[in-house]
């Protein structure tokens, strides 16, 4: 990319990039989490679908425990390899103004739109607080779309 166009460039548009960067790193530590301490590290999920609280539900019923403590362990792990797709999506492609770099990145606010809405119309017990994931998705569905957006013109210039 040439000063010129790096002078025509808005200042979000040069560092629009560390926001993809900066996200991936955050759910790269929430995917770790996951994987090390299963449903240890987030247990509101479970309480507030389940209505029970996380430790009770173990001891109730040891076998479904384990299959939740199973999937919050590989979404987790899910979680980290699309971190590191996004960390080398966007350094690759996003910051060198790459189309299809911005085009994948759309999955992340589609992801973060699919998560909300999930847990939003999950069956949720009332007397416990919504789970976190309804709480940090829309802001986390802000920040990409925002990143996308205000980035179009780098990605689609008008000729």
Known sequence: MTTESQKK???FERHSWKWFIFMAVIFGLFGI?????????DPAIAESITGVAWPELQA??????????L????VGMYLIILSIMTVV????????????????L????????STFFIFFTAERQVDFPAPPP??????????????????????FPRV
């Open 60 to 69: 109730s019923s040891h076998r479904i425990a384990n299959l939740i403590d």
């Open 89 to 104: 999506i966007t350094l690759v492609g996003f910051r060198q103004g790459e189309k299809w770099a911005w085009y994948i």
């Open 134 to 155: 309804m709480l940090s998705a829309p802001v986390f569905f802000i920040i990409t779309l925002l990143g996308l957006i205000l980035t179009y013109r780098k990605f």
């Open 9 to 11: 460039e808005t200042f």
């Open 33 to 41: 989490g996951d994987v090390i301490r299963g449903m240890d590290a």
């Open 106 to 113: 759309w999955i992340w606010p589609l992801a973060m739109a």
């Open 71 to 74: 999937y919050v362990r590989a």
